[in-house]
T-cell receptor, first 112, second 118 residues
Framework: GEDVEQSLFLSVREGDSSVINCTYT??????LYWYKQEPGAGLQLLTY?????DMKQDQRLTVLLNKKDKHLSLRIADTQTGDSAIYFC????????????FGKGTRLHILP | GAVVSQHPSWVICKSGTSVKIECRSL??????MFWYRQFPKQSLMLMAT?????????EQGVEKDKFLINHASLTLSTLTVTSAHPEDSSFYIC??????????????FGQGTRLTVV
């Protein structure tokens, strides 16, 4: 079945770049997402990329997609304390009924 | 982006009672809504998919008689946890899917409901 894998923890010093990696198995994935979840809150969509793109940049966020290797990454430049959260990688197909499959989330810890 | 409102944001109930959670798409019509459950420090697990006017499709292992889903209109879906028990305590999140013209679809999430059963 479909699966999304990501590392569980990442520690980064404030001001450095954070890179969160994700791999997925479904070759028919059309949309790939990055969500941020702060404690006790819902999901906040950070950014998404279509499968026909290989890069998307939005301010401090850069998403890279290697469709051949089914590898997705999220780079956060100049990491701030407010970036401390859990980041979920997710994928879905293009049908309206296609469910979103989530990874287990990467907890980003910011070191002073 | 489109807004999905989930209510209540938190609820405490006694064991054995039922709790209803509402999910509304405020400025768009959602043809499909999804209900997820999240255990502490774990990812979201899809519970069921519902299309307006039809029965929900439940994921394997999810009891449909315990988690009743109603999707009566294009802007409202409800999840009722019946005869709740402490093990049902969790964070429940809904998602509404919208079809823009043509192929593209996006899903928008509610803020979640934290259910505590005592």
């Amino acid at each position: 079945g479909e699966d999304v894998e990501q590392s569980l923890f990442l520690s980064v010093r404030e001001g450095d770049s954070s890179v969160i990696n994700c791999t997925y198995t479904d070759s028919s994935s059309t949309y790939l997402y990055w969500y941020k979840q702060e404690p006790g809150a819902g999901l906040q969509l950070l950014t998404y990329i279509f499968s026909n793109m290989d890069m998307k940049q939005d301010q401090r966020l850069t998403v890279l997609l290697n469709k051949k290797d089914k590898h997705l990454s999220l780079r956060i430049a100049d990491t701030q304390t407010g970036d401390s959260a859990i980041y979920f990688c997710a994928e879905r197909g293009s049908s309206r009924d296609d469910k979103i499959i989530f990874g287990k989330g990467t907890r980003l810890h910011i070191l002073p | 982006g489109a807004v999905v409102s989930q209510h209540p944001s938190w609820v405490i109930c006694k064991s054995g009672t039922s709790v209803k959670i509402e999910c509304r798409s405020l400025d768009f019509q959602a043809t499909t809504m999804f209900w997820y459950r999240q255990f502490p420090k774990q990812s979201l697990m899809l519970m069921a998919t519902s299309n307006e006017g039809s029965k929900a499709t439940y994921e394997q292992g999810v009891e449909k008689d315990k988690f009743l889903i109603n999707h009566a209109s294009l802007t409202l879906s409800t999840l009722t946890v019946t005869s709740a028990h402490p093990e049902d305590s969790s964070f429940y999140i809904c998602s509404a899917s919208v079809i823009w013209t043509g192929v593209n679809t996006e899903a928008f999430f509610g803020q979640g409901t934290r259910l505590t059963v005592v």
